[in-house]
Antibody, heavy 119, light 106 residues
Framework: EVQLVESGGGLVKPGGSLRLSCAAS????????MNWVRQAPGKGLKWVSS????????YYADSVKGRFTISRDNAKNSLYLQMNSLRVEDTAVYHC????????????WGQGTMVTVSS | DIQMTQSPSTLSASVGDRVTITCRAS??????LAWYQQKPGKAPKLLIY???SLESGVPSRFSGSGSGTEFTLTISSLQPDDFATYYC????????FGQGTKLEIK
């Protein structure tokens, strides 16, 4: 089955760290750019970070630059997001999403993992 | 950064209605636009890519048009399953989403 499954979310205090994982299956993971997109409770979608298929190109939204690090392990079909210096405003469901080969859509999404930053 | 603005924010309609959602970009994005549907507690689902191309498996009542800075998503005849929130997303320069349009039952 073609799917993306996120894990690693939870409750963390402001200033803390968390590492999210996204396990891919059913497709050639190493051929696709991957992304993290988040959605705060009751709010819209916000793009967080992107990584190319071979990790050559990495991009971040300004709101997370310097605090979050995206990475991938193609041998393990896995995508990661290391989140440091977490803030209350980082509270959200974090989805991983596959970018199609044309680079003009996110054609597969995971169900997401909830990250709550609270004291 | 490219800002994406959707209108309306909320739309009330009935089964069988034709509805149109508009997405405007703060600068030209050519045809680098996608549309998604999201239901509560679920992941977004791709509907349209490259402004007007229908994703495989998506019903033909969904269509997209536009280029440059103004885009539309049209549902030709609303079905009960279509009541959801819709987002546009630009791919011209990195990625950014519109704020969403919630389509409600009238």
């Amino acid at each position: 089955e073609v799917q993306l499954v996120e894990s690693g979310g939870g409750l963390v205090k402001p200033g803390g760290s968390l590492r999210l994982s996204c396990a891919a299956s059913g497709f050639t993971f190493s051929s696709y750019s991957m992304n993290w997109v988040r959605q705060a409770p009751g709010k819209g979608l916000k793009w967080v970070s992107s990584i190319s298929s071979s990790s050559s190109y990495i991009y971040y939204a300004d709101s997370v630059k310097g605090r979050f690090t995206i990475s991938r392990d193609n041998a393990k079909n896995s995508l990661y997001l290391q989140m440091n210096s977490l803030r209350v405003e980082d509270t959200a469901v974090y989805h991983c999403a596959r970018e199609n080969k044309a680079g003009d859509a996110f054609d597969m999404w995971g169900q997401g993992t909830m990250v709550t930053v609270s004291s | 950064d490219i800002q994406m603005t959707q209108s309306p924010s909320t739309l009330s309609a009935s089964v069988g209605d034709r509805v149109t959602i508009t997405c405007r970009a703060s600068q030209s994005i050519s045809s680098w636009l996608a549309w998604y549907q999201q239901k509560p507690g679920k992941a977004p689902k791709l509907l349209i890519y490259r402004a007007s191309s229908l994703e495989s498996g998506v019903p033909s009542r969904f269509s997209g048009s536009g280029s440059g800075t103004e885009f539309t998503l049209t549902i030709s005849s609303l079905q009960p399953d279509d009541f959801a929130t819709y987002y546009c997303q630009q791919f011209n320069t990195l990625y950014s989403f519109g704020q969403g349009t919630k389509l409600e039952i009238k």
